[in-house]
């Protein structure tokens, strides 16, 4: 055999040698792709993503996009050849799989988490588009969660009403822990209560919930490492809102969409509209009083919103820096910082007036 021939096929053997590793050689990594976006003001599979019923409610016109990200599951094995795609590609990114699923997370962990985000981002976005509007809200602090095998199962329930503890009232959640962990231990402590059937009934026929009981919890030692006691339980809040708001929208998790959600939502209860037919989407979690917080792959959704035709895009303040470091090409940037920012530059949008625009920098 000619000795070029033979080295070109020693070439061609090494070369089909590397590409079958690059494709049987998984890696630890995972993929992040722009998702989907939603409008909030419209339909999502036959049905208005906002349902409002017992409020009057008004035409709306443009667009208040949620965006997403899509991430491969926790347990695909990404090989060479799709790693280095996608660090090549430039609407894709590609990340350390512990990134994406730290300590271990299952994909079945993962959806139950992002699942719980999604249903609280959805509470805190009525409730700030209410107070927005000035609209009262009756809050109180539930047992959001029972763990399994501590001294609370059994004795304590998800959607308790928390009056008190040792006779203490609690305003907040975080004030159930402060009082627990006073205790050593070992130590009782005493939860006034109105039992979950007794205050869904009472809601049910918009009445306050009345009577409550006591129950004794005994203290337990972390297992954080720590001597702090605890009693397995997690303190939240539950709402009462004075007319219906169903948010309808499946297979979406996490918190990042409650900015547009609280938005929707006050376009829809107030005359006139937001956007003045304008196509703006954003992204950004939202607590109970307004404030706008950051959230993961701000890339990949700027390249969504692009994608699907936004031409603004709702910002939060802490991933400026971030999403102004590569802006698609027609997408105008707009910093928020609370739903306050957000309506206020919408109504500069509707109106034309987009020269003092708050404005992202890499800075």
């Known amino acids: 055999m000619p000795r070029r021939t033979a080295t070109m096929l020693a070439s061609t053997l090494v070369l089909i040698a590397l590409l079958c590793a690059g494709v049987f050689i998984p890696v630890p990594y995972a993929e992040m792709s722009p998702g989907p976006t ?22 709306t016109t443009g667009h208040l996009n949620m965006t997403t990200v899509r991430v491969t599951g926790a347990d695909y094995k990404m090989n060479v050849v799709e790693a280095v795609y996608g660090w090549l590609s ?22 139950q988490e992002n699942a719980e ?18 609209i009262p809200v009756t809050s109180r602090v539930v047992v959001a969660a029972v763990v399994k095998d501590s001294p609370s199962e059994g004795a304590l329930h998800a959607g308790d009403v928390i009056k008190a503890v040792d006779g203490e009232t609690v305003e907040a ?19 006034t209560i109105v039992p979950a059937k007794v205050a869904e009934a009472a809601e049910k026929a918009g009445k ?6 006591n129950v004794t919890v005994r203290t337990v030692k972390s297992d954080e490492g720590d001597d702090r006691a605890i009693v397995g339980i997690q303190a939240g809040t539950d709402h009462t809102f004075p007319f219906e708001i169903d948010i309808k ?10 900015l547009m959600f609280a938005l929707g939502i006050v376009d829809k209860i107030t005359p006139g509209d937001l956007t003045g037919g304008k196509f703006v989407a954003g992204t950004g ?16 959704k ?20 971030a999403a102004a470091s590569d802006i698609p090409d027609g997408l105008t940037l707009v910093r928020v910082k609370n739903i306050k920012d957000a309506t206020a530059s919408l109504e500069k949008i509707k109106g034309g007036d987009t020269g003092d625009l708050p404005s992202c920098s890499t800075r």
């Open 38 to 59: 939603v409008n909030t003001l419209g339909d999502a599979n036959g049905e208005p993503v906002l349902h409002i019923e017992g409020r009057k409610t008004y035409p």
């Open 90 to 111: 430039h609407d894709n990114i590609v990340v350390p799989h512990n990134t994406l699923y730290p300590d271990g997370k299952t994909e079945e962990q993962s959806t």
């Open 117 to 134: 985000e999604f249903s609280q981002s959805q509470e805190s976005a009525k409730v700030a588009a209410l107070k927005e509007e000035n």
């Open 173 to 191: 959640p975080p004030d159930v822990a402060e009082i627990v962990t006073k205790h050593k231990p070992g130590e009782d402590v005493v939860f």
């Open 208 to 213: 306050e919930p009345e009577g409550s009981e």
């Open 249 to 258: 929208l499946a297979d979406v998790g996490g918190p990042s969409a409650g």
């Open 285 to 300: 979690t939202i607590d109970d009083n307004g404030k706008v917080g950051p959230i993961g792959g701000i890339g990949m």
């Open 302 to 321: 700027l390249v969504g919103a692009r994608d699907a035709g936004a031409r603004y895009f709702l910002t939060p303040d802490e991933n400026c820096a």
